[in-house]
């Protein structure tokens, strides 16, 4: 179940509906944060599916001689990176990058995910470990975008 909820999908709507929320309210910060993590899940996303057909690492579950197969389409090679562990760490990175006291203990989220993952035997330790990475260099540029772009006061965590 941890799995199915880590996906994409649901940290999109999350983010949807705090965007909005913080749009009905009228809070610039908070609006800037929710978008600061959409792009960050929208770049994690697109880095890991590019990197998931190039690299074609058969899942764990997948019996099979070479471990990297090169590009592949087919769902069983795509090991690396984890998808649903990149997505989260980049959204709830982002969240932690603004605001520390509220974004801290909600990094557990993508740490279940990562160790649902292996559990349920879709990735490797490496798999979910590089794209823990991915998430937080995805959040990183998400979030400084948003500062350069925007009063960087606005985005910074205060508290």
Known sequence: MVSRVGDWPAHMIAGAIGLAIAF??????WMRIFLAMLIALA???????????????ARPS???EARWNGPQL???YHAFPS??????????AALFLSR???GGPLLLIPILIALSRMIVGAHYLSDVTVAAI????????AVHW???????SAIEGRG
């Open 62 to 64: 997948v019996k099979t």
């Open 24 to 29: 009905a309210v009228g809070s610039k910060p």
């Open 134 to 141: 991915l998430g937080v260099i995805c959040a990183l540029l």
């Open 83 to 92: 998808g649903h562990t990149a997505a989260s760490t980049a959204f709830f």
């Open 74 to 76: 087919s769902s069983k």
């Open 146 to 152: 948003l500062c350069t772009i925007h009063d960087r």
């Open 43 to 57: 770049l994690a996303g697109m880095t890991t599916r590019a990197t998931k057909i190039a690299t074609g690492r």
């Open 100 to 102: 520390k006291k509220i």
